[in-house]
């Protein structure tokens, strides 16, 4: 017996060794990827600009388009002062909150009692394809990234004090719920999230003693409807999607979250169409189908788990299904990876809630690990088809991928050429952006670029000599 015991503690300290390993591998391969593809681009540009030109409270203050997010302005200015266009410094503010984001989630995953499965769950939550498409653009990832982190962390407290009855759960809950508003206005479905996976993870209880385990999450919905109130009437009207196109999109919202989640796919516009079926679509289905038709064989109310998951995500989606991206770009802007991000750690803790309530486990000690080791060998499978996708998008002309690898080749080359630049004051010519670097041409020339590198620098088209930036980002001088 003593024989037996100390091989099955063995096999748990292998398997959890294994688990970490696996899951610090996929975060060093993520980082790599962000800092050997992606670099500052776009809206990162036009930020930054705007920071070279404001107070540090002017621009904190300073609603970025449509969204109040102070945090996410306070990141962009930290970023640029710790060392001025370094993307490293960029990369590594995110990978902390992504790491961070990975330890609550396993935390989380063991409170709902998911077993040696809660530990494949997030092996496989850190090798999706979504956290490369979420990530690589830093303007997108300053919301996303730090918000994804809050919303897990608040989900941990309280279900830690749902367990232990310690009300220190509960402040730091309600300060990654008040933190989650300064980078991102999809804090306001933090308590959904809270209730709704606080309710699925022990239902009878839940009911029984409804009234003191339910006030935290209703009392921080009380705080969401004061921010939608607050946001309403301050922050500027924009476009607005009617209501049937902003169902319609959100139904679509949910569609390629779901095919995105699979990893099975490179391009959504052929993958998943924006009408009829494909080949991915049908594979999604049917493990939609599986999971309702083993749901309803195993019983205890699990189809509750699947509902519930649908019904969230819905609600998450409806704000920017009814925004002004929806009524500009079309339902194509729900077909943009980068958007499903945010949603992920949601599937990852409904997945655990659903198998911690319907997974079977084997009866002899032999076929539980041999069961382990064929879900490592899947998410494993899972981990090698996202990274062959992710890096055959980067090749497709004009995806988001592509952006951030051009923008990344360019300003390589850039940096290259202003470290031989020697003199205090260089003098260059002007010359435009290329597209992929200035969408909204915010940033459209040099002569907004390059202070950024150089703060001295200056422009004189006809100075003799001088230098000029190639449409590759060289640098060269003219004599």
Not at 47 to 54: E, G, Q, R
Not at 133 to 146: D, I, M, N, S
Not at 382 to 393: I, L, R, T
Request: net charge positive.
């Amino acid at each position: 017996m003593r024989n037996d015991s100390t091989r099955g503690d063995l096999w748990v300290v292998l398997t959890r060794g294994i688990v970490m390993v696996t899951a610090a591998v996929l975060v060093v391969y993520t980082a790599w990827y962000l800092l050997r593809y992606s670099d500052f681009s776009n809206d990162d540009l036009d930020f930054l600009v705007i920071v070279k030109h404001s107070s540090f409270l002017h621009f904190v203050l300073t609603p970025a388009d449509v969204h109040y997010v102070p945090l996410h302005q306070l990141l962009t200015w930290l970023a640029y002062h710790i060392s001025p266009m370094n993307f490293t410094v960029a990369v590594a503010i995110l990978m902390a909150f992504h790491v961070g984001t990975l330890i609550y989630l396993g935390r989380s995953l063991q409170l709902l009692k998911t077993g040696h499965a809660g530990g494949l769950i997030l092996c496989a939550y850190a090798a999706s394809s979504l956290i490369i498409f979420g990530l690589v653009w830093w303007a997108h990832a300053e919301h996303r990234a730090p918000y994804v982190f809050c919303d897990v962390c608040a989900v941990y407290h309280y279900l830690a004090w749902l367990r232990s009855g310690r009300r220190f759960h509960l402040w730091i809950a309600a300060m990654a719920f008040v933190a989650a508003f300064g980078f991102y206005e999809k804090a306001v479905f933090i308590p959904v999230h809270m209730l709704a996976i606080g309710y699925l993870s022990d239902e009878t209880r839940f009911r029984a003693r409804l009234r003191k385990v339910a006030w935290p999450p209703m009392l921080f919905a009380l705080g969401s409807a004061a921010f939608i109130l607050a946001y309403l009437h301050f922050m500027p009207q924009s476009a607005r999607t009617g209501m049937p196109e902003a169902i319609r999109a959100d139904l679509e919202f949910v569609k390629v979250l779901f095919a995105g989640a699979t990893g099975l796919g490179i391009d959504t516009i052929h993958d998943v169409p924006a009408h009829g079926m494909s080949l991915r679509l049908a594979g999604v289905l049917l493990l939609g189908c599986v999971a309702a038709m083993w749901s309803l064989w195993r019983g205890q109310r699990s189809w509750m788990i699947l509902v519930a998951m649908l019904l969230v995500v819905l609600l998450d989606n409806l704000p920017i299904a009814m925004s002004n991206r929806v009524a500009l770009f079309g339902l194509m802007i729900t077909h943009q990876y980068r958007f499903h991000y945010e949603e992920l750690q949601l599937l990852a803790l409904f997945a655990g809630l659903w198998i911690a309530r319907v997974g079977i486990t084997p009866s002899s000690e032999f076929r539980r690990r041999g069961a382990w080791l064929a879900g490592f060998v899947l998410v494993a499978i899972y981990a090698g088809v996202n990274a062959y996708n992710v890096q055959e998008c980067r090749h497709q002309p004009l995806s988001p991928l592509w952006v951030m690898d051009q923008s990344h080749i360019y300003l390589r080359h850039l940096r290259s050429g202003l470290a031989q630049v020697a003199e205090p004051s260089p003098v260059f010519e002007n010359d435009k952006l290329p597209r992929y670097l200035t969408l909204f041409e915010i940033t459209p020339d040099t002569r907004t670029l390059l202070p950024l590198f150089i703060p001295d620098a200056r422009f004189d088209d006809k100075a003799r000599p001088r230098y000029e930036v190639l449409p590759d980002g060289h640098v060269e001088q003219v004599k």
